[in-house]
C-alpha cells in the first residue's frame, strides 16, 4: 500500500516556475514507477511524465518536453516535477501515481495509487 501526497501548487504568472513534490509513505517506494497527470475543468485526465524505479527512464507528454523534468528520490520517498515556462494551457490540478510495474506508463490505468491531487493555476 502506498499513500500519495501532492504539494508545491499554486498561482504563478505565465512564464513562471513551480516545483510539486509528491511524498509517498509505504517502504517498497523504491519499486514503483511514478507518474504526474493532470486534469482541467471539463477536460480529461492526461499524461504529463514519467520516471521509472531507478529514476534512468523518464518519459513526457510532448506539450511540456523540454519545460518539465521528472525526478525521484528514493530515500527521501518523492518524486518531483520542476515545471519551467509556465503557460496558462498548464492550468490543471496536477495528481501524482504509482504503477507497481516499476518502469511508469503513459497510461492512467496502469496506475494503482493515486494522490489528492494539487492545483496549479497559470495567470496570463
Known amino acids: 500500500q502506498v499513500q500519495l501526497v501532492e504539494s508545491g501548487g499554486g498561482l504563478v504568472q505565465a512564464g513562471g516556475s513551480l516545483r510539486l513534490s509528491c511524498a509517498a509513505s509505504g517502504r517498497t517506494f523504491s519499486a514503483y514507477g511514478m507518474g504526474w497527470f493532470r486534469q482541467a475543468p471539463g477536460k480529461e485526465r492526461e499524461f504529463v511524465a514519467a520516471?521509472?524505479?531507478?529514476?534512468?527512464?523518464?518519459y513526457y507528454a510532448d506539450s511540456v518536453k523540454g519545460r518539465f523534468t521528472i525526478s525521484r528520490d528514493n530515500a527521501k520517498k518523492t518524486v518531483y516535477l520542476q515545471m519551467n515556462s509556465l503557460k496558462p494551457e498548464d492550468t490543471a490540478v496536477y495528481y501524482c501515481a504509482a504503477e507497481n510495474g516499476g518502469f511508469g506508463s503513459y497510461y492512467y490505468r496502469n496506475y494503482d495509487y493515486w494522490g489528492q491531487g494539487t492545483q496549479v493555476t497559470v495567470s496570463s
Open positions: 520516471i521509472s524505479w531507478s529514476g534512468g527512464s523518464t
